[in-house]
Protein backbone atom coordinates (compact mmCIF):
# COMPACT_ATOMS: atom_id res chain seq x y z
CA UNK A 1 0.00 0.00 0.00
CA UNK A 2 1.37 3.24 -1.01
CA UNK A 3 1.75 6.09 1.49
CA UNK A 4 0.83 9.65 1.36
CA UNK A 5 4.14 11.32 0.54
CA UNK A 6 4.52 8.72 -2.43
CA UNK A 7 1.32 9.32 -4.16
CA UNK A 8 1.95 13.11 -3.45
CA UNK A 9 4.89 12.75 -5.37
CA UNK A 10 3.52 10.19 -7.71
CA UNK A 11 4.47 10.66 -11.81
CA UNK A 12 2.01 11.27 -13.42
CA UNK A 13 0.29 13.25 -10.83
CA UNK A 14 -3.07 11.29 -9.41
CA UNK A 15 -5.17 14.08 -8.47
CA UNK A 16 -6.63 15.18 -11.90
CA UNK A 17 -7.52 11.95 -13.05
CA UNK A 18 -9.40 11.53 -9.80
CA UNK A 19 -10.81 14.70 -10.14
CA UNK A 20 -11.70 13.76 -13.90
CA UNK A 21 -13.46 10.20 -12.78
CA UNK A 22 -15.42 12.03 -9.50
CA UNK A 23 -16.97 14.46 -12.45
CA UNK A 24 -17.34 12.36 -15.19
CA UNK A 25 -21.13 11.34 -15.92
CA UNK A 26 -20.23 8.32 -18.34
CA UNK A 27 -18.81 6.70 -14.77
CA UNK A 28 -21.12 4.47 -12.52
CA UNK A 29 -21.99 5.50 -9.09
CA UNK A 30 -19.67 3.01 -7.70
CA UNK A 31 -16.51 4.68 -10.03
CA UNK A 32 -17.53 8.15 -8.83
CA UNK A 33 -17.60 7.05 -4.97
CA UNK A 34 -14.51 5.42 -5.19
CA UNK A 35 -12.81 8.34 -6.48
CA UNK A 36 -14.51 10.81 -4.08
CA UNK A 37 -12.86 7.75 -1.22
CA UNK A 38 -9.60 8.25 -2.72
CA UNK A 39 -9.48 12.22 -2.50
CA UNK A 40 -10.78 12.12 0.66
CA UNK A 41 -8.18 10.19 1.52
CA UNK A 42 -5.36 11.60 -0.59
CA UNK A 43 -6.19 14.99 1.09
CA UNK A 44 -5.13 13.65 4.36
CA UNK A 45 -1.45 14.65 2.62
CA UNK A 46 -0.93 18.36 3.34
CA UNK A 47 1.17 18.08 -0.21
CA UNK A 48 -1.88 17.04 -2.16
CA UNK A 49 -4.54 19.41 -0.08
CA UNK A 50 -2.76 22.34 -1.32
CA UNK A 51 -2.44 20.78 -4.89
CA UNK A 52 -6.31 20.08 -5.24
CA UNK A 53 -7.22 23.39 -4.24
CA UNK A 54 -4.78 24.69 -7.16
CA UNK A 55 -6.89 22.32 -9.24
CA UNK A 56 -10.51 23.57 -7.87
CA UNK A 57 -11.30 20.25 -6.29
CA UNK A 58 -13.77 21.93 -3.75
CA UNK A 59 -15.83 23.03 -7.25
CA UNK A 60 -15.71 19.72 -8.59
CA UNK A 61 -16.55 18.31 -5.00
CA UNK A 62 -19.49 20.74 -4.66
CA UNK A 63 -20.64 19.54 -7.94
CA UNK A 64 -21.19 16.01 -6.90
CA UNK A 65 -22.95 17.40 -3.68
CA UNK A 66 -25.39 19.52 -5.52
CA UNK A 67 -25.88 18.82 -8.84
CA UNK A 68 -26.01 14.50 -8.88
CA UNK A 69 -28.36 12.64 -6.76
CA UNK A 70 -25.65 11.84 -4.17
CA UNK A 71 -26.03 8.14 -2.88
CA UNK A 72 -25.18 7.56 0.83
CA UNK A 73 -21.68 6.35 0.25
CA UNK A 74 -20.85 8.56 -2.15
CA UNK A 75 -22.24 11.06 0.45
CA UNK A 76 -19.97 10.36 2.80
CA UNK A 77 -16.40 10.50 0.98
CA UNK A 78 -17.26 13.82 -0.82
CA UNK A 79 -18.12 15.12 2.61
CA UNK A 80 -14.74 14.08 3.86
CA UNK A 81 -12.92 15.39 0.84
CA UNK A 82 -14.99 18.82 1.23
CA UNK A 83 -14.19 18.83 5.37
CA UNK A 84 -10.61 18.00 4.87
CA UNK A 85 -10.10 21.32 2.31
CA UNK A 86 -12.58 23.61 4.00
CA UNK A 87 -10.79 22.80 7.36
CA UNK A 88 -7.95 23.99 6.24
CA UNK A 89 -8.97 27.05 3.39
CA UNK A 90 -11.87 29.38 4.79
CA UNK A 91 -11.55 30.70 1.25
CA UNK A 92 -13.08 27.09 -0.01
CA UNK A 93 -15.56 26.74 3.36
CA UNK A 94 -17.29 29.65 2.06
CA UNK A 95 -17.11 28.59 -1.35
CA UNK A 96 -18.95 25.72 -0.40
CA UNK A 97 -21.38 27.65 1.95
CA UNK A 98 -22.22 29.93 -1.10
CA UNK A 99 -23.15 27.13 -3.30
CA UNK A 100 -26.10 26.42 -0.61
CA UNK A 101 -24.68 23.29 0.18
CA UNK A 102 -26.09 23.60 4.34
CA UNK A 103 -29.74 22.74 1.95
CA UNK A 104 -28.89 19.40 0.74
CA UNK A 105 -26.64 18.25 3.51
CA UNK A 106 -29.07 19.51 6.86
CA UNK A 107 -31.69 16.13 5.80
CA UNK A 108 -28.57 14.04 5.79
CA UNK A 109 -27.98 14.65 9.01
CA UNK A 110 -30.88 12.23 9.31
CA UNK A 111 -29.49 9.43 7.31
CA UNK A 112 -29.08 5.87 8.47
CA UNK A 113 -25.51 5.98 7.82
CA UNK A 114 -23.21 7.05 10.97
CA UNK A 115 -20.24 7.93 8.51
CA UNK A 116 -22.86 9.92 6.54
CA UNK A 117 -23.85 12.10 9.88
CA UNK A 118 -20.55 12.53 11.25
CA UNK A 119 -19.21 13.93 8.04
CA UNK A 120 -22.14 15.57 6.96
CA UNK A 121 -21.97 17.22 10.79
CA UNK A 122 -18.26 17.89 10.49
CA UNK A 123 -18.58 20.08 6.75
CA UNK A 124 -21.70 21.67 8.14
CA UNK A 125 -20.12 22.68 10.87
CA UNK A 126 -17.15 24.04 9.21
CA UNK A 127 -18.93 26.20 6.86
CA UNK A 128 -21.53 27.09 9.82
CA UNK A 129 -18.18 28.98 11.66
CA UNK A 130 -17.91 30.87 8.67
CA UNK A 131 -21.36 31.53 7.27
CA UNK A 132 -24.24 33.08 9.30
CA UNK A 133 -26.23 32.23 5.92
CA UNK A 134 -25.09 28.62 6.43
CA UNK A 135 -26.22 28.24 10.00
CA UNK A 136 -29.82 29.72 8.29
CA UNK A 137 -29.90 27.17 5.66
CA UNK A 138 -29.38 24.28 8.27
CA UNK A 139 -32.35 25.12 10.04
CA UNK A 140 -34.86 25.97 7.45
CA UNK A 141 -33.37 22.89 5.77
CA UNK A 142 -34.96 20.52 8.46
CA UNK A 143 -32.00 19.97 10.08
CA UNK A 144 -32.21 21.02 13.65
CA UNK A 145 -34.29 17.83 15.02
CA UNK A 146 -31.28 15.50 13.17
CA UNK A 147 -28.92 17.47 15.25
CA UNK A 148 -30.81 16.96 18.41
CA UNK A 149 -30.65 12.96 17.38
CA UNK A 150 -27.19 13.29 17.16
CA UNK A 151 -26.53 15.13 20.57
CA UNK A 152 -28.76 12.29 22.35
CA UNK A 153 -26.95 8.99 19.94
CA UNK A 154 -25.20 6.62 22.45
CA UNK A 155 -22.46 7.07 20.45
CA UNK A 156 -19.65 9.32 21.43
CA UNK A 157 -18.49 10.25 17.98
CA UNK A 158 -22.06 10.99 16.45
CA UNK A 159 -22.70 12.78 19.51
CA UNK A 160 -19.41 14.61 19.67
CA UNK A 161 -19.93 15.55 15.81
CA UNK A 162 -23.81 16.69 16.84
CA UNK A 163 -22.17 18.96 19.49
CA UNK A 164 -20.31 20.26 16.99
CA UNK A 165 -22.68 21.19 14.68
CA UNK A 166 -24.72 22.52 17.56
CA UNK A 167 -22.28 25.19 19.08
CA UNK A 168 -22.14 26.91 15.49
CA UNK A 169 -25.67 27.18 15.00
CA UNK A 170 -26.19 28.63 18.27
CA UNK A 171 -23.90 31.33 17.14
CA UNK A 172 -26.86 33.02 15.52
CA UNK A 173 -29.68 33.82 18.27
CA UNK A 174 -32.58 33.01 16.00
CA UNK A 175 -30.86 29.42 15.48
CA UNK A 176 -29.93 29.05 18.95
CA UNK A 177 -33.55 29.48 20.00
CA UNK A 178 -34.77 27.20 17.49
CA UNK A 179 -32.21 24.32 18.52
CA UNK A 180 -33.84 24.77 22.26
CA UNK A 181 -37.35 24.54 20.67
CA UNK A 182 -36.60 21.51 18.88
CA UNK A 183 -35.10 20.28 22.20
CA UNK A 184 -31.38 20.16 22.14
CA UNK A 185 -31.70 21.50 25.45
CA UNK A 186 -32.37 18.51 27.39
CA UNK A 187 -29.36 16.24 26.13
CA UNK A 188 -26.93 18.87 26.99
Given at each position: ????PALARAEPPLLPPTLALLQSRRASTEARTQAARA??????????????????ATAALCDQLLEQPCPDAQLEWVCGALTRLCADDERAAREVARAGA???LAPSLGSPSAAVKEEASALLAIIAAVDSDARTQTAEGGGLPHVVALLRSRTPQTRDAGLGLARELARTPRCASALVDAGAAAPL
Open positions: EASLLALMLDDDTLRRDAVGLDAFV
